[in-house]
Nanobody
Framework: QVQLVQSGGGLVQAGGSLRLSCAAS????????MGWYCQFPGKQRELVAA???????NYADSVKGRFTISRDNAKNTVYLQMNSLKPEDTAVYYCYVDLLSRRYWGQGTQVTVSS
């Protein structure tokens, strides 16, 4: 099992930046994929960015060039750097990790971008 604790997020003006963090309760050893989803009101969660154990990354088209996912294995933490934020990025963001064929989720954090 693994517990994920998210931090970061909040309110920012359009064009601003935020960094989300997701700290795991255990080492990233045996954790394959990890990443971030967002959820808009009344909608399903959507993949924002993912990173593999070999640090290959994948991004939603809507965030390419603006968001960067990274991982710090020494701190058991995955990050999402969000730059050039737009009002349409407003959503609840969830981190996840895949461990032994099971997906674990963080508690979610609200990101609100004002115009």
């Amino acid at each position: 099992q693994v517990q994920l604790v998210q931090s970061g997020g909040g309110l920012v003006q359009a064009g601003g930046s935020l960094r989300l963090s997701c700290a795991a309760s255990r080492s990233f050893f045996s954790i394959n994929n990890m990443g971030w989803y967002c959820q808009f009101p009344g909608k399903q969660r959507e993949l924002v960015a993912a990173i593999t154990s070999s640090s290959s990354t994948n991004y939603a088209d809507s965030v390419k060039g603006r968001f960067t996912i990274s991982r710090d294995n020494a701190k058991n933490t995955v990050y999402l750097q969000m730059n050039s934020l737009k009002p349409e990025d407003t959503a609840v963001y969830y981190c996840y990790v895949d461990l032994l064929s099971r997906r674990y989720w963080g508690q979610g954090t609200q990101v609100t971008v004002s115009s």
